[in-house]
């Protein structure tokens, strides 16, 4: 997981070329602790891409995970009371197993379980953290980073600021992390903090299938076995706007566009989604 | 929400018309608390009609989700532990917050637990009720209300007995609640105590996916953000009746169905929506 | 449920044909405990063969469950603290009911829960044991019975052994319970300790669905409603070897596939799941 000495879009694009393939190659496990709505897909849209699935909620289940898995999926939807044990204890174990790990804040701001864990979580430190621009600039606010903004406040699942105003926010916590963040929207936006990448491409139906964000974590995390955090970031956001482009094409309403879009995970070869377009920035200071 | 002087079809044609424009245009949350297994299928009919979904399971989660949202879906489906103080103070923070909210009474007879927390809602009154006509004059029984008859047993989550069955406790439960109570059926019967509409419409694949009654419920619960309850529950099953035509015509069995039902929802217009066939009586005393 | 005097090809495929049929009369309720990450798959394909389906957690409505059931299945994948209670008392209800239930080892070797649990099972002894050969084997080494080898080590979900190799441990397993075993593989096998059926078919887009072995065990337990044990889990592996092989002629990837699977389990007649291949052989000593 060494750095190339100086990131460049062409060194990029052989790195998630890379990455699909390995993953197609190795059939990874990223274990998850994921919300009861979108498990299915999260779990489905990771065997599509090459990759292994296993789902738990138990502390020393999650432990074990840490254990087996080649990186993990934490996302913070439908909570249950026993998570107060067993997300401390799974992140603790993913910590001295050194294995990376994608955590997805959706729902922010909602309950005192869920400020009390991404509390937590601050030193506990995340390899990836995905969201959308209002989820990623809520963490920034929660962990008193700089977030380039107030937040607009809670707005369940759904985003409601553009991710451009989500830069400083991500920036600021890749930089706390030392991992990536990635920021979903029309444009996407992946950071490690020294680099920024805006990816294009995706379609109209992914905010309409529930589970896109979900879903694009647990391959993140997926990738996270394979490539180093700011690679697997891209390499999901890539995937997924390679596979929305597709699936669109031939999409009658959002679910049949969902079925296209796992069918065309599944089929998306190397070459596609390294030459999904993106652009490539300075994060500045 | 004020009430027109009398309920007229072409009254409430217009009424759902407009519940399906506004909710495009607004794009409305309906949070829910929901069982596990048909909580994908509720959130996605949610977005496909034009509406918000947010899930959760947690007690302060539920009143936090009773203030953001503009009305809540609660499903009795595989009841955990923790919903003995989920549910009540969420209902409690509905009633203060002045939402409206509408239930499902899954399961009915099952367990202590789904027991107490349905005779708890005798009091706590839902705004909208909705389930099949064995569920529907369980609930009127279990508050002993007039059933009209005496209960055909529980059987999961099947109807035993047809709609018109169910008419004597849906209206003693309309009048009871003050609000509305839709039955679904091969007939659907939807009141408000002083009126009642016959609906037609849907499909023999309906019945065959599981959650089309849950995902009903959730899609309620989006139009009675804009809308009053006895119209909402309407729209909610002309939306699904309509849905479940179009959808038929090109079905190859229940899972092409449920995709094709999904994209019908989300492409249906507020005039297909209006002209679904329904016939309206008064509801006697 | 009376055994005939020897079991031929001739005869199983008649009782096959049969339980195809009888379930599709009848629409027998197979209730489940079962998984977050595929309950859904689990409820869809019981309602396509013709079953019906109910999703319980708590300890009393297992209960209630095992005496309204005509069979249940039990799915070890995604366990809650309370399934400390549940399952115990929800198998014991099933014993003082004499009704057959199915149990899915997944995830074995993970957790203080789900061990302490599948040992308590070894005593209240399932009717039909599915899994994939890595569970078998590793079910068979709890137990203590002849697995025929050491276990190739915990996988999450995945199959790690071949079916092959889970034979012995399969024909222990099923002369521990005298019930039958059913391995899931590109070659199944199910045993009812005497004899042993080697099934082709199916398709490799099988286990790239999550949730096609937990979905094929909910659908023994609809057949375990109408038929004894060995034969509902021929039945089930035989129904799905044949939609899975249907399937696949029209599918462009997973998901797709999972439609038309679905489909195919709708459509599927008695006569064309009873024509699927299989081979007979004794079990030995």
Redesign the interface.
């Known amino acids: 997981m060494k750095k190339t000495a100086k990131t460049t879009k062409e060194g990029l694009r052989r790195e998630i070329r890379e990455a699909v393939r390995l993953v197609r190659e190795k ?1 990874p ?1 990223a ?1 998850s602790i994921t ?7 999260v ?2 849209a990771q ?2 891409v090459g990759g ?7 502390a ?2 999650g432990e ?2 840490a254990a ?2 080649g990186a993990m999926y934490i996302n913070m ?6 998570y107060a044990e067993t997300l401390p204890r799974t992140v603790k174990a993913l910590a001295e197993q050194q294995k990376p790990w994608v955590v997805d804040p959706v ?1 922010i701001g ?5 400020t009390s864990l991404l509390l937590g979580f601050r030193t506990d430190k995340p390899t990836i953290i995905r969201g959308n621009a209002s989820e990623i600039i809520a963490l920034a606010e929660l962990w008193e980073l700089d977030s380039g903004k107030k937040s607009g406040g ?5 985003a409601t600021d553009p991710v451009e105003a989500a830069r400083t926010a991500a920036v600021s916590l890749a930089r706390h992390t030392g991992g990536a963040v990635a920021v979903s929207g029309p444009i996407d936006l992946v950071t490690d903090g020294k680099s920024i990448a805006f990816a294009e491409g995706g379609s109209k139906f992914l905010p ?4 896109a964000g979900c879903s694009l974590g647990g391959v993140a995390a997926v990738y996270a076995c394979v490539a180093a955090p700011f690679v697997a970031a891209l390499t999901a956001t890539a995937i997924y706007n390679f596979a929305g482009e597709t699936a669109e094409k031939i999409a ?5 566009f ?10 998306a070869t190397p070459e596609e989604v390294g030459a999904q377009p993106f652009t490539l920035e300075t994060a500045g200071k």
């Open positions: 059939n496990m274990p919300n009861t709505v979108t498990i299915n897909l779990a489905n065997l599509a292994s699935a296993a789902m738990v909620y138990l020393d289940e074990a995970m087996l898995g939807g439908t909570l249950m009371p026993f729902g909602v309950g005192g379980l869920r809670v707005r369940g699942v759904d309409m299938i529930t589970g009658k309403g959002p679910a049949s969902q079925t296209a879009f796992l069918d065309a995970l599944y089929r």
